[in-house]
């Protein structure tokens, strides 16, 4: 079978592999790959390519139909289509550092491949009312907004909500938001995402390029009160603006570090700093649910084929995407 496998610190070095078509266990399933999605961590696996892990199977999130299953096999037959989970051991309950060893495309093979074999555990059915393409959008960066927004805080009607960029994590965030009647402010260094951004229901948006000082205009926005949450993709010095940005007793999700560093303090005691994990297979099925009360569908801005994942990579590193790149897996 095809499979996209990193051997080098560049894009150039994701390339196709024939590899043995996987034999699934007892209690595992085989998945016909059909599709997958890009996230900035896959980005990070090529920047930090350690030469004694590879070559392996790039990427976390994937979608496919069930073509075999183990006899021990419960929750899944053959026809089901299914999304393997991020995490394969995190099935439910709180964050626990000893359940995310394990993480597709990283620490085990991930979904760029034609079939891939995962434990029946670490699966969700897909939910009906979503394109393969658009199921693929939801493992990482569409459960890592739906955590941060309603698992470790409960985000209500008229929370002010603040998002920063406009890539997979934001967009997913600012369509869940929304469809759970927050108000959303969203910051983008370009005029044409944001105007993208207005269409999909952002109420209030900001261009962090041309104003600087966006924390300043947030309070502004907002009466001098701040936002009642952020998500904090951005890290580096982003956090401070972030946390200058929240009212007193908001939530910021420490989440990503597209502008430096992840996880640096915001130096304020007054605020809550979950960190954030993308989220359990339980999580994963509650936003599923979500996703079809609300007839929510995922933004994919371009779509590759599998052989063309290094050059999807290299798109997505150059910040022109806005919500996802999707990966069609014939
Ligand atoms: N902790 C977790 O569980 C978890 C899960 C998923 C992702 N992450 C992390 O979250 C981050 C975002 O992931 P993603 O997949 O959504 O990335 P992505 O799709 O590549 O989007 C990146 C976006 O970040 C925006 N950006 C860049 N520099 C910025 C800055 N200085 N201030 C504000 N926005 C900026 C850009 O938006 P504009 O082009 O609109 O300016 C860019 O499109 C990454 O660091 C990723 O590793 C963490």
Redesign the pocket.
């Known amino acids: 079978m095809r499979a996209m496998m990193i051997h080098g610190p560049d894009f150039d070095g994701v390339r196709l592999n024939e590899v043995p078509v996987p034999v699934p266990g007892p209690h595992e399933v085989r998945i016909r790959m059909r599709a997958a999605t890009l996230?900035?961590?896959d980005?990070?696996r090529v920047w930090l390519f350690k030469p004694g892990a590879a070559p392996f199977v790039l990427l976390s999130c994937g979608c496919g139909e069930v073509e075999a299953v183990g006899d021990a096999v419960t929750r899944f037959k053959v026809g089901d289509r299914v999304a393997p989970t991020f995490f394969p051991d995190w099935l439910g309950g709180p964050q626990d550092n000893a359940l995310l060893k394990r993480n597709l495309g990283n620490t085990v093979p991930g979904t760029a491949s034609e079939y891939m074999v995962v434990g029946e555990q670490a699966a969700v059915h897909a939910p009906a009312t979503l394109g393969d393409l658009e199921v693929a959008t939801l493992p990482?960066?569409a459960l890592?907004a739906w955590?941060s927004l309603f698992c470790v805080r409960a985000t209500r009607p008229g929370d002010v909500v603040l998002l920063?960029?406009?890539?997979?994590?934001?967009i997913a965030a600012l369509q869940l938001a929304k469809a759970a009647g927050a108000v959303t402010i969203i910051?983008?260094?370009?005029d044409a995402?944001l105007a993208r951004a207005r269409a999909l229901g952002a109420d209030l948006t900001i261009n962090?390029r041309t104003t600087p000082q966006w924390a300043q205009r947030v309070r502004e926005l907002t009466g001098g009160a701040g936002a009642d949450v952020v998500l904090d993709?951005?890290?580096?010095e982003?956090t401070a603006q972030a946390a200058e940005a929240l009212r007193s007793g908001g939530t910021m999700a420490?989440?990503?570090?597209?502008?430096g560093e992840?996880g640096k303090s915001s130096g304020r005691q007054d605020i809550d700093h979950p960190?954030?994990?993308?989220g359990s297979r339980a999580d994963f099925e509650n936003m599923n649910r979500a996703i079809v009360a609300n007839r929510i569908r995922p933004v994919i801005d371009e779509v590759f084929e599998l052989e063309e994942l290094g050059r999807a990579m290299k798109v997505?590193s150059e910040?022109r995407?806005?919500?996802?790149i999707g990966i069609r897996i014939r």
């Open positions: 996230n900035y961590r980005l990070t990482c960066a890592t955590r920063l960029g406009t890539g997979g994590v934001s910051t983008s260094s370009s995402k962090y993709v951005a890290g580096g982003t420490n989440i990503g570090l597209v502008a992840r960190f954030i994990r993308v997505l910040g995407v806005f919500g996802k």
